[in-house]
C-alpha cells in the first residue's frame, strides 16, 4: 500500500479516517478545536499506544495553529500570530528553567531552512546573566544551537545536542524544524507545537534519531512549520479525489524526490520563522512585541 | 480547455502531438535529434506561421542538451557537459562580435536564480579590452547585466535591457532565464538554446515584455534551463495517465501557485548555471575549460 | 605633497584650513551649523571657482549629518534619524517629480554595500504606479537600479544608468555611495546630503565617471555614508598630531591598499544603510515610519 | 606600557627583540628557517617558561608558513600553497586517528570568517565511514564544527567543542581562526600552524576560554590567517619608526575599536580559507588536489 507523507497529527489523524471503515473507531486519540486569536487551533492527544499505532506518531499532544490568514497582511497580523503561537507555547513549557533552542535543517535551502532562520529572532540570554547577573535577573537563560547538516558536519544532530545539552545542562530543549504536509493549504500557514519530542529532517526527507526525552535526558519540545508537499503524497491524494481506484505504487515513488512548495517560498520560510522565534521569547521571558524588537535590534 | 504550460518547443511539441488525432500532421514544425559529447541533443524548427500557432512560439531554433546522465557525476561530466552547450551555442551565435549576456531572474529565490547565478561564471572583457585593448585584443567584448526582478526595481526588465543596449550597443544579446517544464525528469537536467529571443519569468510564473530582435534592435539568443514543473501541468499530466476523462479545471488551478522542484535545488542550479557560463565563454572566446578556470579565479 | 582624501566637503574645508596659513581667507565656500532632531548638521556651500579649488569639489551644498549619537541606541533613536536624514533631504529635492534611486557599489564587500543595502529600504512604485494608477495615485513614481562593480558588468555606472535614464525618464536621480572620511569618529556615524551630484566608488578606491547633471540630464542628489579611512591618511593625521615634521610619503602610500574600519561594520553598515532608505521615502513619500513599515513587509 | 598586539608567535619575538636591550638574549626560543614548495617557512619553538613569558604564548611549535607570493597568482601558486601547509600540517599531526574540525568566528564578517569559510573545503568523512566502512576504508573519520559566535549562541566555544568532544570521540582537534597581525604585509598573505591549541576570537577582538589539550583532553592543533592588524598597533608602530619618543597610550587606545584590513578582503579571505581547507584534507586524507577537487563537487 502507498503510503503518505505528513508530519501533522491533525493529518495523521486525517488520513486514519479516509483509509478505515466507518464503522471503525478511533480509540487513544482525542482531538479538539477552538481559535485563539482569530486563528484556528487544533489539539490532538495521542493518549496510548492504540493512538500511537493508528497515526505513527508518539504520545503527546499537538497543536496545529491555522495562520492561513496571516497571508493577509492586515495591520496587527504578525503581532497577533505571535501572541497565538506564544501563548500556545508558553501553556505547554515548564513556567520555569532555562532552555536550549536547536534549529534544525539546512540553512542553504528554503524549505529547510526554518530553524535556523527562527534562531535569528531569538533572544539568547545565557550568556549575559552569567556576565551581568544582577542587570538581567528578570530573563530566564536561553542558549542556541544551529545543528547544521550530516554531510557537512559528519555527526547526527542528536548526538551534537546531547553532548551540548551535557555541558549547557539546560533543562529543556526546544527544536524547530520544517515540516512536510500533505495539503498544499497548509504549506507556510500552519504552526504545529508538541511537547513529543522530534525527529530532525522529517520535512526534507532523510529521517535521523529523534531529540527526545529519551535521547537527551530533559523534556524536548517541537515546533514545525509545514514548507513542502511530498509530491507522491499529493498525487496520490489528487488520483483518489479523481477517483482513480488503483493507484499505481511505482508510478509514484517517482515522484518522492520531488516535493511542492510556494512560488514565494523565500518570503514566507522568513515571515514564519520570525512568528516562531518571536513566540518563543513571548512564551520564554514574557515581553511584549515591542520590547522584543528593541533587544533584537 | 486546461492549458498544460511548459517553455520547452521539444515539450510544446509533445503536448501537440498528444492532443490532435492521429491522423493530424504538425506542419510547419520540424524536427531532429542527434548526441553530442553522449547527451541526447533534440532540435525543434519552427518553420512559419502554422508551426508558430501549433506550439505557441516564435518562428526560429530551439535546440534542447539533455544532461541527465551529468548527475552520475562521472570524472570528466563537467567538462563535457560545457562541451555540448557551448559546441551547440557557437554554432548558433554570429562567429564575431560583442555580446550583453543578460542574467534574468530572482537571485534570492533559488528556482528562479539560473541567470544571476550563470553571470557570476561569464568572463567580463569589455572594460578590460577597452583600457588595455593590446592584451586583450584576442578576446570579444562581453558585459553583463542583472536584471533583477520588477518588485525591486520598478522597471521592466525589457526597457532595461534596451537603455543599456542603446548605450554599451553590443553585437547580440544573451539572455539566460529559468524555465517551466511539465516533465519532473526534466527539471535540472536540460539545457534549452534558440534563437528566438526569450520572454523573462516564464519558469517561475509572471510573463512579461519580450526580449528580442524587435525589442532590442540585435538578435537575442536564449540559455534556459528548467528547474519548475507549474504543479497543475504535472496534475493534469498525471490524471489523465490513470485515465480520468474529465479534468476539473478549476480544482487543477488552484495548484498554480504551487510549484514541483527537486530536493537539492540548490546545488543542482548552482551547478548547471556554471555548465551555462562556461558553454558562454567556450562559445564566444574560444578558451579550454582550464583557461576559463585560470581568469575567473 | 601627500595629499590626504576624504569625500565629505566638511573635512575637505577642515583640511585646508589646517594647511592654509592663518592669515588667508577660505573664499567662495560658507558653512552653517545647526541642530536637526538632536542631531548637528553642518552645512558647506561651495559657491564658485574658487570654493571649488580649494576643496576640490564641485560647487553645491552639502549637508552632513552627525548621527553619532545614534550608536547609543535609545528607544527612537532610528525613528529620529529617519526624521534628521528626511527633513534634510526633503528640503534640498524638487518637490514633485518622479525618482530614480541608484545604488552604487559592491553588495558583497560590506564597507562598499551601502548602496545596495539602502535599496532594500527604499519603496518601489513606478511599476504599481503604472498598473494600478487610482489606488497609487497618491505616490511618486520611484524606480531603482543596483549598478554593480566594473569587473562583474564591464560597463561603467555611469553608462549605465545613461542608458536607464533615457528609458525610464525619471525627474530626477538619488545616487548612494559608501564614502572615505579622514576621521574614524564619522565612519558609520556620519550621512552626507549634497545637490552636486556624485563620482561612484570613492569610498573604496578607484575613481570613475561621474553621475551628475551634465552625465545624466537631470539633476543628481548624493547620499553617502562614510565606512571607511583611507589609512595613509590616518597615518599622516596622526603623525603630524605627534609632531613629526617630515612625513615619508612613500612610507605611508605603502598602507594606500588598506582601509581602517570598525570591527562590527556589518552591523553598522546595515543599520545606516536602512536609515538612508528610510529618510528617502519619508523625504519623497510624505510617509510615516509606520507606514513605511507596514509597505516594506 | 602600550602592549602591541599580534597572534603570531614569529612577531611576538620580533616585538621583544626590538623592545629588549641589546645585550639581553631571548632564553627557551629558538627560531629556524626555511623554504617549502618556494615559500619562507620561520618556525618559532617556545621551548619552557621562560620563552612562554617573554612571548605571552604557550609552550609549543609555531610555523608560520609566508604566502605574500601566492598574490601574483602565477598557474600553480594555489596547488603550491596547498602542499606547503598540507605538508607543514602533516608532518605536526599524528599519523592515525579520528580529526574534529573547528571553525571559530563569525562567518557573517569578512576578516573573522576564516574558520566557518575553510570547513566549506574539507572533506568531511565520518557519518560515510559509518554508513559504508568498506567503500570508506582508505579515509580517517573527519567530522566539523562550526562553533558560531557567543551572542548568537549563548554558549562559549570551548563549552560546545568540549560537548561535541565527549559525544564523537576525536582523535584529535584541528582549530581554524583569523589572526591579528602587526605588519600589514602578512595580513591575508600567511598562514600559522601550531601545536599549542588556540584562545578563540583573537583575531578580532574578544579573548575567551581556550581551546587545548587541557580543556578539551586531546591534542588541539591551531591554524590561522591573520586578517586584520590591531590600529592601536599599527599607529604605536608607526609613530616609533618616525622617532616619536613618548606615544600617548589614551591617544592609542582610541584606536582600539577599529582595525586595519585590506580592500579585497572578501576575495582574498575565500581564497586563503580555501588553501587551509585544502591543506587539511591533503594532511589527513593523503589526496592529491585533483582527488579533492572531485570528491567536493
Known amino acids: 500500500m502507498f503510503v503518505k507523507r505528513t508530519d501533522l497529527a491533525l493529518e495523521a489523524r486525517e488520513l486514519w479516517q479516509e483509509s478505515a471503515e466507518r464503522t471503525t473507531r478511533l480509540m487513544g486519540v482525542k482531538a479538539t478545536k477552538r481559535k485563539l486569536e482569530g486563528y484556528p487551533v487544533t489539539r490532538v492527544d495521542i493518549l496510548d499506544h492504540r493512538g500511537e499505532e493508528a497515526l505513527g506518531k508518539p504520545q503527546g499532544s499537538y497543536f496545529t495553529i491555522d ?18 503561537v506564544g501563548t500556545e507555547l508558553k501553556a505547554l513549557l515548564p513556567p520555569e ?44 537563560p536561553v542558549s542556541a544551537f544551529r545543528a547544521g547538516v ?19 545542562k539546560p533543562d529543556m530543549v526546544l527544536a524547530i524544524d520544517a515540516l512536510a504536509s500533505r495539503r498544499r493549504g497548509r504549506v507556510c500557514a500552519t504552526v504545529q507545537l508538541s511537547d513529543t519530542g522530534i525527529i530532525p529532517g522529517s520535512g526534507v526527507g532523510n529521517h535521523r534519531e529523534a531529540l527526545n526525552r529519551e535521547t537527551l535526558g530533559v523534556p524536548v519540545f517541537a515546533l514545525g512549520i509545514p514548507t513542502v508537499v511530498d509530491a507522491a503524497t499529493l498525487a496520490a491524494d489528487l488520483l483518489e479525489e479523481s477517483g482513480v481506484e488503483r493507484v499505481d505504487e511505482e508510478r509514484l515513488r517517482d515522484h518522492g524526490t520531488f516535493m511542492v512548495t510556494t512560488r514565494d517560498i523565500d518570503q514566507q520560510v522568513r515571515d514564519l520563522s520570525k512568528v516562531v522565534g518571536y513566540g518563543i521569547n513571548w512564551a520564554l ?5 515591542e520590547e522584543i524588537n528593541a533587544l533584537l535590534s
Open 67 to 84: 495562520l492561513s490568514a496571516f497571508w493577509q497582511r492586515k495591520t496587527d497580523f504578525f503581532e497577533r500570530a505571535v501572541r497565538a
Open 150 to 168: 550530516l554531510g557537512t558536519t559528519g555527526v547526527e544532530s542528536a548526538e551534537a545536542v546531547r553532548g551540548l545539552v551535557a555541558e549547557v
Open 285 to 289: 521571558q514574557d515581553l511584549e512585541i
Open 97 to 140: 528553567g532555562s532552555a536550549l533552542v536547536v534549529g534544525l535543517g539546512n540553512a542553504a535551502m528554503t524549505p529547510d531552512a526554518v530553524g535556523p532562520l527562527a534562531l535569528d529572532s531569538v533572544l539568547i540570554t545565557r550568556h549575559l546573566i552569567s556576565a551581568m547577573p544582577r542587570q538581567f535577573a528578570g530573563f530566564r
